[in-house]
């Protein structure tokens, strides 16, 4: 079956010319309707249109242009940053685009990192959730507006992880009603807060509240950094840029220093903690309630998860379909690299992932709106949950992009290697998701935590109910179960395969809390006994994340299924899944034996079905990507554009390395001429 239309997309940016003849037979070999998978990815027809509509438009203007970005200087990049901005600004008017999912959908197609990011991202959302009604009216008509531009200044030069380690200090000042903002030590600077060096006029600062000498821990304070009318930092603030990166050239993360700053009393957020006048602190109803921009973040970052990925995946299966090397027998033509099992293998299960996490965005999604809806009705009993599931599946999901765009680059061979692949700047852009907000590591471990105290509850009170997700953790009788996978067709049963990841997740959770006891009747205290069982605890996590993310898939498929989606769009799906839910159990096969639940009994069909498995995708693979529906803007890649054309395409951009601008090298005269023109 043939797509059942085509995408309404440009093929900007790419050398135009028929299209590359392998990827047209690929197209026309589908087996299910690709334009009902975009469908299904995006929401439906009138909602993949509109976004359509926005991404044709963005990739055919210039200002947004992607393809000069690797010639330019860090400044020069910065700068085009704000052009973007400010041309954003322009469309939104030009173009009514003023719902919040509008300007979400504009950004998401300009698909840079953008200085307003941390703006609309964290300084909003935290006016938002921490702000009274009247400090909401205050600040966010004038920032939804960028009549100020905001960031999220928490990070300290000393301090990311541990929150209450900070050093900066609002002390109160009872006899002006002020704060005074103060940075004691050189660690104290706020170090790292995306569009705080260059661009912010305002941030929300996270700093150790004081009030006639008492503690009463970290809390949020509006600040202006910079002077409206020239830009200038006011009185009492150092400011400025971090310096060069990893990548994120884009972004000027920043420094930032107070010496005694006096702020107004009502410029603390104060929807859950208050200072009253006279100095009174009434405490918030949740101690961790000032973290819910973090966990809002969270959220994002796993719903961004996917679509990186996917596009990672996207570059590498069009190149490796138009990318030939050797014949199989001498006289035959050369192969598609993507026929080679070992690409397949690479490849492939990074392209179930990618579906994977998309409908772990749509979980994470649901339930964060549900915690929002309980917040705004001060219930926050789904708080712990909220942050523990999302910390682990922050981690999870971009353990695996991260390394997965790595894995689509090495697949490219070498020019994969070349910056106009795009993928060296997708990784090395992506991998901080790895770091901020929160290090993967340090997230695991709340996860971990609050795994091992379901679980110690639920040994403690047999009978106790546990929510959805972490049910599994009542039913230790689910550690004496094997698998029964002992055939191929075994394998593709979800019940089965769900069942080895929670029984894995199980076995590792009560280990750890076997080894917890074990620590504590050695004579450590608690403390230090969770210390020595700190890396087990993040294969916890990540087991647990696993679950959660196999758990959602197999249940969108049912949903789907209910919902009367076609069956060879149900087939691919469930094929995916499939080949999610078996890669990961072959990738951590050590787990699954050295409990005994897989023997060489299971494993043979499970290598065997994974073989199948690879060969089912490979005539849908194209297909499957093109659903994802990326312009060619979007992938900002001369290996994965549309059309296939590759070569041409690599060679064009090539043209526009400066070096290239004179035949004879910069330097020549200099460096090269007098050693060939030395006398021997
Ligand atoms: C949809 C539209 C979106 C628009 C987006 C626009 C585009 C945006 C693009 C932007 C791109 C991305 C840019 C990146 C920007 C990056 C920003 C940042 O990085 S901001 C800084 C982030 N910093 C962190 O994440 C720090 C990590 N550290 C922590 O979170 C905490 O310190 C800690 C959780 C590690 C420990 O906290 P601590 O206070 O020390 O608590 P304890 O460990 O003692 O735990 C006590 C207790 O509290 C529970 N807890 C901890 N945190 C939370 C929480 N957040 N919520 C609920 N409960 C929490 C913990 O589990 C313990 O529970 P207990 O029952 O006692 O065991
Ligand atoms: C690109 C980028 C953008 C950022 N944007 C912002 C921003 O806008 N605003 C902002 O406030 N911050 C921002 N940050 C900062 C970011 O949130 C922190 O860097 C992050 O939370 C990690 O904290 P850290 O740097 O203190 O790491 P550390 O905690 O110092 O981690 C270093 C290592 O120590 C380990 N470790 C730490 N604690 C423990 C422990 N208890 N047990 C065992 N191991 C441990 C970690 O796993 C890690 O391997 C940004 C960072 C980056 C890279």
Sequence with gaps: ?????????????????????????ERGAASFPVRDLTYLVYGGQERTEHLERIANMVASDPVFRKTDRFFLSRTEQYRRSLEKVRHYKELIAKHNLHSELDQQDLRQAIDEDLPIGLHVGMFIPTIVGQGTDEQQKKWLPLARAYKIIGTYAQTELGHGSFIRGLETVATYDKSTQEFVLNSPTLTATKWWPGALGKTSTHCVVFARLVISDRECGVHPFMVQLRSLENHEPLKGITVGDIGPKFAYETMDNGFLRFDHVRIPRDHMLMRFAQVAADGTYSTPPHSKVSYATMVFMRAYIIGTASSTLAKAVTIAVRYSCVRKQFPLRSG???????????????????????????????????????????????????????????????????????????????????????????LPSLYANYIPAC????????????????????????????????PGNVSYLEKSTLLDERCDASTEELWLDPARQLHAYRNRALRLVANCANRLVAEMQKGKDEVLAVEAIKSDMVKVAKAHSYYVVLNNFVNAIEQLRASGTSTPILRVLKTLCDLFALHFIQADLGDFLEYGYLSSLHTEPLHAQIRRLLEA??????????????TDHALGSALGVHNGRVYETLFEWAQQEPLNKTQVAPGYHEYIKPFLLAKM
Excluded at 7 to 24: C, K, S
Excluded at 332 to 342: R, V
Excluded at 619 to 630: E, K, Q, S, T, Y
């Design 332 to 422: 035959e033509p050369e192969q598609q690299i993507l026929n080679y099992q070992n690409q397949q293998a690479a490849l492939f299960p990074l392209l179930a992932t990618a579906y994977a996490f998309h409908f772990t965005g749509n979980y994470i999604r649901q339930m964060y709106s549900d915690f929002v809806r309980g917040m705004r009705a001060q219930d926050f009993s789904v708080l712990p949950e909220m942050h523990a599931t999302s910390a682990g599946l922050k981690s999870l999901t971009t353990w695996i992009a991260s390394a997965g765009i790595e894995t689509c680059r090495a697949s490219c061979g070498g020019h994969g290697y070349s910056k106009l692949s795009g």
């Design 617 to 630: 995708i490979r005539p849908d693979a194209v297909a499957l990507v093109d659903a994802f529906n990326f």
């Design 435 to 466: 770091t901020y907000e929160g290090d993967n590591t340090v997230m695991c471990f709340q996860l971990a935590r609050y795994l091992l105290k379901l679980y110690g509850k639920a040994q403690a009170k047999p009978g106790l109910r546990l």
């Design 1 to 25: 079956m043939s797509s059942s239309s085509k995408p309404n997309l440009p093929v900007t940016n790419a050398v135009n010319g028929p299209p590359n003849a392998d990827l047209v037979r």
